[in-house]
């Protein structure tokens, strides 16, 4: 039997990749302190710890217990406005909490390790299809943890030969796979127009004078269920040995405009709508999207949903949530 540890297990991102190791037949163990997430996301039958990752002897205590071939770190603190008011947090959380998973790896003899990085690592790139090769230039205390977690996973490569890892540079994930799952960000695109659609308040854009063809800012979209795919994908390739890169870009090489988005919403839902247009939102860029070729090749990375999909999946999964 094969079973990874899953940081963060309960959380919007963690919970659909519970569900792509099921479906792989690739038992889940969650671990998850429950700041973000909901411990019903996790399906029957899992095991799960209530516990912080920051704490290396009951990681290690996990990881002997069950035995486990790798580890899925995806735990984090994951709000980038937000981290500039919190850094101390966030590097406690993204920092000291990645130092102890691999120091617990280390302690238990685990060998195969997938890390969740960001889009963020590159801040502001200056091309339209940002490439794994592009200068990391990270803008935010978020960023420079993911950063750094990238870091501390080659150094760890370095020093203990034996260990695998690959780190997964996302984008903007959205969608559900499945309606038991979705994503409650205070903080992101499709959450806060969802919330904004349900409360009867009209969505708002952040900034239509921006250099991109709408005046919107255009990013990545891609969805979760694709993403949980590979994460598999990616957790399969290092158990059998096969060569991997430090890392990948998760993006679909297709940019969408927040205007776009809101016309999706305003078509997929039972809610038609004119978004109201505010003012720019600190720090944005105007276009941020990734090639995921490499992603493509190495990690079964391919777009199984639309954009229209996106949206029906996120609303749906959230309606069913409605309390
Ligand atoms: N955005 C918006 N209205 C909102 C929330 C977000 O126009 O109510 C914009 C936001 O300013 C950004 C884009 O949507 O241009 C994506 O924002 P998100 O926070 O989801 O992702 P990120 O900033 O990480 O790309």
């Given at each position: 039997m094969t079973t990874w540890l899953v940081t963060g297990g309960a959380g919007y991102i963690g919970a659909h990749v519970v569900r792509a190791f099921l479906d792989e037949?690739?038992?889940?163990v969650v671990i998850d302190n429950l700041s973000s997430g909901h411990a019903e996301f996790i399906p029957d039958g899992v095991a799960f710890v209530e516990g912080d990752i920051t704490d290396t002897a009951l990681v290690e205590q996990i990881l002997t217990e069950h035995r486990c071939d790798g580890v899925m770190h995806i735990a984090g603190f994951k709000y980038a406005g937000v981290s500039v008011e919190r850094p101390?947090?966030?590097y406690t959380q993204n920092v000291t909490g990645t130092v102890s998973m691999l120091e617990a790896m280390a302690r238990a003899g685990v060998e195969r390790y997938v890390f969740s990085s960001s889009a963020s690592v590159y801040g502001t790139p200056d091309v339209d299809l940002v490439t794994e090769d592009q200068p990391l230039h990270p803008e935010s205390p978020y960023g420079e943890t993911k950063l750094i977690g990238e870091w501390l996973a080659a150094d760890q490569v370095r020093a203990r030969p034996s260990l695998r890892a690959v780190c997964l540079r996302y984008f903007n994930v959205v969608g559900s796979a499945t309606d038991e799952v979705y994503d409650s960000s205070p903080h992101n695109l499709f959450p806060i127009v969802i919330?904004?659609?349900?409360?009867?308040r009209t969505p708002r854009i952040n900034g239509d004078d921006y250099h991109t063809p709408d005046g919107t800012c255009v990013r990545?979209?891609?969805?979760?269920?694709?993403?949980?795919?590979?994460?598999?994908?990616?957790?399969?390739?290092?158990m059998d040995g096969r060569d991997l890169l430090p890392a990948y870009n998760l993006g679909s090489g297709e940019g969408l405009s927040v205007r776009q988005i809101m016309d999706a919403m305003a078509a997929n839902t039972d809610h038609d709508?004119?978004?109201?247009?505010?003012?720019?939102?600190?720090?944005?860029?105007?276009r941020i999207v990734a090639n995921g070729d490499l992603a493509a090749r190495d990690l079964d990375w391919t777009m199984?949903?639309?954009v229209d999909q996106m949206v029906r999946s996120a609303w749906s999964a959230r309606i069913a949530h409605r309390s």
């Open positions: 037949g690739i038992t889940p101390l947090h966030t919330e904004a659609l349900l409360d009867g990545d979209y891609v969805h979760v269920g694709d993403l949980a795919i590979s994460h598999v994908a990616a957790a399969k390739a290092l709508f004119t978004p109201t247009i505010g003012p720019r939102r600190a720090g944005d860029p105007d199984r949903w639309d």
